[in-house]
């Protein structure tokens, strides 16, 4: 399998190992594979029957292909998800009315106790799997990511990459200072192991990516020390994100097929609409890809908060930069420019890597992308979307609890609010809606501002002392563990956004060099 750009950069492609291992293509796009798997009713109901151990291994394979087997990537796997429970995704089916609304899909059962955990892990084995099959038995060569996170990325980034322990791999993480959760702050702050660095900086949710994109494409530069990325537009990120699709989608199905559900009779395999709370959109990303090779997803419905460039380019063509980031309690997905959206514009008007690079270069000039009627219609028939501000997301987390006895997270909020506000969900639910499944990014544990403003403290107390509370964020939050000391990239004095990347990506290649001289 090659590998090519969104921008058409690439004229002969490189392997899964050269796009794994840099992250943006050499030409400023994002790596594609050069087809997608076309699967028949027959491999769906073969996939179907497998684990998702099993499942995540074959479909991870077929982009591996010519490089790393199925059974190399089972083992990969298996060693990836060794602390995950049993249930890897575990699922609540919500009724209305005696009948089934819509299913939600708990992805967050992993260590960091979010769906990054599912992607990242095997993204960060799979590197592991290569440094061990160095040829000849030479060492391998040195790989330091860079990961800049909005609260979920660099936790689960920190965890594979100490749990790796390969001394070629390398991490150093940023996160925007006071814009992610104490507890997603003390899953980075405290994290344990010389091979990972984290810092706090100045600015908005996705603030670092120009200085860490500015890096990868200094060849030279990022030759020296391995510089690679670990964030969605590594194409690792939205290829196992697809596993979670199919898993989702099988499950769901079984479960209308239990309960008799007419557009599940006969061993039917019938449409899924999958609502989702979105910010880089590496997650709808490995959706898209996912339902390219055949399986039925009908829509996908993305839930934005009040950073919604997603929402308005799907509602209105207008992928334009915010002027600023708005501080949100769904801090996670509070993202003003979602790069996977390149990857979007690309499946979506027929892999054409010209007009994608026409586009994504104008919105580099100019800060704005304006989709055409057509372009816009085309777009909608596969998305939906809705903005949810934070008292429309405390509201719906309260409602759920209170009716349902559900108690989500912020950002899985955000997503249940978009699901019944655009009839896909509840007494809401359109008669032209058929099987809907809500995807929970991240456990409620990490986020008790949020959780706590919706349901009271009382409700808090109660969850924390549960057994449902995850015992490692229970230490976290009651632990006076100690900090790692950290290197604050504060924001140019009196400065543009430019001004303080700038400063950023020189600081950055000075301690790149001092932690490798060191």
Same mark, same amino acid.
């Given at each position: 399998?090659?590998?090519?750009?969104?921008?058409?950069?690439?004229?002969?492609?490189?392997?899964?190992?050269?796009?794994?291992?840099?992250?943006?293509?050499?030409?400023?796009?994002?790596?594609?594979?050069?087809?997608?798997?076309?699967?028949?009713?027959?491999?769906?109901?073969?996939?179907?029957?497998?684990?998702?151990?099993?499942?995540?291994?074959?479909?991870?394979?077929?982009?591996?292909?010519?490089? +790393?087997?199925?059974?190399?990537?089972?083992?990969?796997?298996?060693?990836?998800?060794?602390?995950?429970?049993?249930?890897?995704?575990?699922?609540?089916?919500?009724?209305?009315?005696?009948?089934?609304?819509?299913? +939600?899909?708990?992805?967050?059962?992993?260590?960091?106790?979010?769906?990054?955990?599912?992607?990242?892990?095997?993204?960060?084995?799979?590197?592991? =799997?290569? =440094?061990?099959?160095?040829?000849?038995?030479?060492?391998?060569?040195?790989?330091?990511?860079?990961?800049?996170?909005?609260?979920?990325?660099?936790?689960?980034?920190?965890?594979?990459?100490?749990?790796?322990?390969? @001394?070629?791999?390398?991490?150093?993480?940023?996160?925007?200072?006071?814009?992610?959760?104490?507890?997603?702050?003390?899953?980075?702050?405290?994290?344990?192991?010389?091979?990972?660095?984290?810092?706090?900086?100045?600015?908005?949710?996705?603030?670092?990516?120009?200085? +860490?994109?500015?890096?990868?494409?200094?060849?030279?530069?990022?030759?020296?020390?391995?510089?690679?990325?670990?964030?969605?537009?590594?194409?690792?990120?939205?290829?196992?994100?697809?596993?979670?699709?199919?898993?989702?989608?099988?499950?769901?199905?079984?479960?209308?097929?239990?309960?008799?559900?007419?557009?599940?009779?006969?061993?039917?395999?019938? @449409?899924?609409?999958?609502?989702?709370?979105?910010?880089?959109?590496?997650?709808?990303?490995?959706?898209?890809?996912?339902?390219?090779?055949?399986? @039925?997803?009908?829509?996908?419905?993305?839930?934005?908060?009040?950073?919604?460039?997603?929402?308005?380019?799907?509602?209105?063509?207008?992928?334009?930069?915010?002027?600023?980031?708005?501080?949100?309690?769904?801090?996670?997905?509070?993202?003003?420019?979602?790069?996977?959206?390149?990857?979007?514009?690309?499946?979506?008007?027929? =892999?054409?890597?010209?007009?994608?690079?026409?586009?994504?270069?104008?919105?580099?000039?100019?800060?704005?992308?304006?989709?055409?009627?057509?372009?816009?219609?085309?777009?909608?028939?596969?998305?939906?979307?809705?903005?949810?501000?934070?008292?429309?997301?405390?509201?719906?987390?309260?409602?759920?609890?209170?009716?349902?006895?559900?108690?989500? =997270?912020?950002?899985?909020?955000?997503?249940?609010?978009?699901?019944?506000?655009?009839?896909?969900?509840?007494?809401?639910?359109?008669?032209?809606?058929?099987?809907?499944?809500?995807?929970?990014?991240?456990? @409620?544990?990490?986020?008790?501002?949020?959780?706590?403003?919706?349901?009271?403290?009382?409700?808090?107390?109660?969850?924390?002392?549960?057994?449902?509370?995850?015992?490692?964020?229970?230490?976290?939050?009651?632990?006076?563990?100690?900090?790692?000391?950290?290197?604050?990239?504060?924001?140019?004095?009196?400065?543009?956004?430019?001004?303080?990347?700038?400063?950023?990506?020189?600081?950055?290649?000075?301690?790149?060099?001092?932690?490798?001289?060191?």
């Amino acid at each position: 399998m090659r590998y090519f750009s969104t921008r058409g950069g690439i004229e002969n492609g490189v392997t899964f190992e050269r796009a794994l291992t840099t992250g943006y293509a050499p030409d400023g796009g994002l790596y594609v594979p050069e087809r997608l798997p076309c699967l028949t009713q027959a491999d769906l109901q073969d996939l179907s029957g497998l684990s998702y151990r099993a499942l995540a291994a074959r479909v991870v394979s077929w982009f591996t292909e010519g490089e +790393i087997d199925e059974a190399e990537v089972r083992a990969v796997v298996d060693a990836c998800y060794k602390d995950f429970p049993e249930e890897i995704v575990s699922f609540a089916h919500v009724e209305e009315a005696g009948t089934l609304s819509y299913s +939600i899909a708990e992805l967050f059962r992993g260590p960091t106790h979010c769906f990054k955990d599912l992607s990242v892990s095997v993204a960060v084995g799979l590197l592991g =799997c290569y =440094c061990s099959k160095a040829a000849g038995g030479a060492a391998p060569r040195r790989h330091t990511i860079l990961a800049s996170t909005s609260g979920d990325t660099g936790p689960a980034v920190a965890r594979a990459v100490n749990t790796l322990a390969h @001394p070629a791999v390398r991490a150093h993480i940023f996160f925007p200072s006071g814009q992610v959760s104490r507890t997603q702050m003390l899953q980075m702050t405290t994290s344990t192991g010389p091979s990972v660095r984290v810092s706090p900086y100045e600015g908005g949710g996705d603030d670092m990516d120009g200085p +860490i994109k500015q890096l990868q494409a200094d060849a030279e530069f990022a030759a020296r020390y391995g510089v690679m990325g670990c964030n969605s537009y590594n194409i690792a990120r939205p290829v196992v994100q697809a596993v979670h699709y199919f898993w989702t989608y099988f499950r769901v199905v079984d479960e209308a097929r239990r309960r008799g559900h007419p557009d599940a009779a006969d061993g039917a395999f019938p @449409p899924l609409t999958v609502v989702i709370p979105v910010g880089a959109m590496g997650n709808i990303t490995g959706g898209t890809m996912a339902r390219l090779m055949g399986l @039925p997803l009908a829509k996908f419905v993305a839930g934005t908060n009040a950073n919604d460039i997603t929402h308005r380019v799907i509602n209105r063509g207008e992928f334009h930069r915010a002027e600023a980031m708005v501080k949100t309690m769904s801090d996670a997905i509070n993202v003003q420019v979602p790069y996977n959206f390149e990857r979007i514009l690309y499946y979506t008007y027929g =892999c054409d890597a010209g007009a994608t690079k026409a586009m994504m270069q104008g919105m580099e000039r100019t800060g704005k992308l304006t989709l055409n009627g057509g372009q816009l219609e085309t777009l909608r028939q596969y998305f939906d979307s809705a903005r949810v501000d934070d008292d429309a997301m405390v509201e719906r987390l309260k409602d759920v609890y209170e009716r349902k006895g559900y108690l989500a =997270c912020p950002h899985s909020a955000v997503a249940l609010d978009a699901a019944h506000r655009l009839g896909y969900a509840g007494a809401e639910k359109r008669d032209d809606v058929g099987l809907v499944a809500v995807f929970a990014t991240a456990s @409620p544990c990490k986020f008790f501002e949020s959780v706590s403003a919706a349901v009271g403290e009382d409700v808090w107390k109660q969850y924390f002392t549960s057994d449902a509370f995850p015992a490692s964020a229970r230490y976290l939050d009651a632990t006076d563990a100690q900090e790692r000391p950290a290197m604050e990239y504060s924001a140019a004095a009196g400065g543009s956004l430019e001004d303080s990347q700038a400063e950023w990506e020189a600081r950055l290649r000075t301690a790149l060099a001092e932690w490798y001289a060191a």
